[in-house]
């Protein structure tokens, strides 16, 4: 149904927890943690493709030539704010990365997205992106923050999200056919409210408990 740019994980832990995440019952801290350990796992994914060279070390039997990351420089952007949520788990794989901030509404009424803040790392044009969102809804959301982020100069972004409609994955597929999309599952599709069926709710209303 989609091409090779879109990655859906195909891992028991990943649907055992986001089994947890969609229960309305879920307590805010759970749904949190889970949040943060599903973006760990998932970064595991989607850095499969980083560069190593290697370096010398000495193990306690001898000298060896042994594997280390190029030393790629990158970058994690949330999409505030349930993006927020994510960016630990990122961080606890890749400890090095800076993150940059894009603060994003939708319109209650039109679903149209709008960028109210976005403050990067200087050398941002010089990183690998991750954008982070927990939902791929309309897509509305992640093709601007997509937009915003080719508009500093960068060259290199996926996006990362737990749950996914297949209308999102498509428009940002039509929109950047070059982004990567790495997602915990796709599910089956919109309401007339853009929310994602089965999905989870409102993830940052789940995250920050503001419901
Ligand atoms: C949610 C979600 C995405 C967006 C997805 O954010 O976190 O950013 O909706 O929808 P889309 O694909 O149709 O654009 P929301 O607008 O609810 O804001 P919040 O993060 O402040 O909760
Ligand atoms: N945003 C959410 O938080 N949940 C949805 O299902 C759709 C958009």
Redesign the pocket.
């Known amino acids: 149904m989609f091409n090779e740019k879109v990655h859906v994980m195909d891992h028991p832990l990943v649907a055992h927890k986001l089994t947890i995440m969609r229960d309305k019952n879920t307590s805010v801290k759970d749904f949190r943690e889970l949040v943060s350990e599903i973006g760990m796992l998932i970064t595991y994914e989607a850095t499969r493709d980083l560069p190593l060279t290697t370096k010398e070390i000495e193990t306690p039997l001898c000298k060896a030539e042994m594997p280390t990351l190029a030393g790629k420089k990158f970058a994690v952007v949330p999409?505030?704010?349930?993006?927020l949520g994510l960016v630990d788990g990122v961080l606890r794989m890749v400890p090095s990365a800076r993150v940059g901030h894009i603060g994003?509404?939708?319109d209650e009424e039109t679903?149209e997205?709008h960028v109210y803040f976005s403050k990067m790392p200087k050398d941002i044009a010089e990183r690998d992106i991750i954008i982070v969102?927990?939902?791929?809804?309309?897509?509305?959301?992640?093709?601007?923050a997509v937009t915003e982020m080719k508009n500093r100069g960068c060259k290199h972004i996926k996006l990362m999200v737990l749950v996914a409609?297949p209308e999102?994955v498509k428009?940002v597929q039509d929109e950047h056919p070059d982004v990567d999309i790495y997602c915990g599952a796709v599910d089956s599709h919109?309401n007339e409210r853009?929310y994602i069926v089965p999905g989870l709710g409102?993830?940052?209303?789940r995250i920050?408990g503001?419901k």
């Open positions: 999409i505030l704010r349930a993006g994003m509404y939708r679903l997205p969102d927990p939902m791929l809804a309309t897509g509305g959301s992640a093709v601007a409609a999102g428009a919109l853009g409102d993830a940052g209303d920050f503001t």
